[in-house]
Antibody, heavy 122, light 108 residues
Framework: QVQLVESGGGVVQPGRSLRLSCAAS????????MHWVRQAPGKGLEWVAV????????YYADSVKGRFTISRDNSKNTLYLQMNSLRAEDTAVYYC???????????????WGQGTMVTVSS | EIVMTQSPATLSVSPGERATLSCRAS??????LAWYQQKPGQAPRLLIY???TRATGIPARFSGSGSGTEFTLTISSLQSEDFAVYYC??????????FGGGTKVEIK
């Protein structure tokens, strides 16, 4: 079935780096834009970044611009989020999400992963 | 950045009753509006997109309406499994796409 599985979360000190992965299955990964969305403990949803189906377009939230990098490997059906210079306020559950429509990225998110927790603390 | 405002923050409803949730955008988002349901410890689940189209597998008791800046999610007869937090999201003007702060639907 259609599935997204995140991994790579954990506890990291401020200023350090972490790379999240999102393994996709059950659909043609290379045809869909993909997003990262995060949720701080007890808070709402915050969009983080998006990458187009072919990796040619990437956009970021202002809160992570210059520190986070989204990428994808369509040969491995995997989405990534490289997080550098982590701050306490980056502590959250990070979800990857697929858009409904193929070959677009401005769309609703129909499939979400289960999330991976990132805790930034000394 | 478009600001999405949801009201009320908490809605107390008895099982079997109707629930009406509101979402307002700070500027027009056309019909590029989605609704998600989130239960504790779970990922969000898409309910409605295009303001009024139910996602695959979503029961008919969920309906969405509105366009421009005012949107509504209606749950016609609340079931026990519907008690959750609901978020609206605009995907018209971005980056960034933006979410509302959420409405918690709790048992009255």
């Amino acid at each position: 079935q259609v599935q997204l599985v995140e991994s790579g979360g954990g506890v990291v000190q401020p200023g350090r780096s972490l790379r999240l992965s999102c393994a996709a299955s059950g659909f043609t990964f290379s045809s869909y834009g993909m997003h990262w969305v995060r949720q701080a403990p007890g808070k709402g949803l915050e969009w983080v970044a998006v990458i187009s189906y072919d990796g040619s377009n990437k956009y970021y939230a202002d809160s992570v611009k210059g520190r986070f990098t989204i990428s994808r490997d369509n040969s491995k059906n995997t989405l990534y989020l490289q997080m550098n210079s982590l701050r306490a306020e980056d502590t959250a559950v990070y979800y990857c999400a697929k858009v409904i429509g193929d070959y677009v990225f401005t769309d609703a998110f129909d499939i979400w992963g289960q999330g991976t927790m990132v805790t930034v603390s000394s | 950045e478009i600001v999405m405002t949801q009201s009320p923050a908490t809605l107390s409803v008895s099982p079997g009753e109707r629930a009406t949730l509101s979402c307002r955008a700070s500027q027009s988002v056309s019909s590029n509006l989605a609704w998600y349901q989130q239960k504790p410890g779970q990922a969000p689940r898409l309910l409605i997109y295009g303001a009024s189209t139910r996602a695959t597998g979503i029961p008919a008791r969920f309906s969405g309406s509105g366009s421009g800046t005012e949107f509504t999610l209606t749950i016609s007869s609340l079931q026990s499994e519907d008690f959750a937090v609901y978020y609206c999201q605009q995907y018209n003007n971005w980056p960034p796409c933006t979410f509302g702060g959420g409405t918690k639907v709790e048992i009255k």
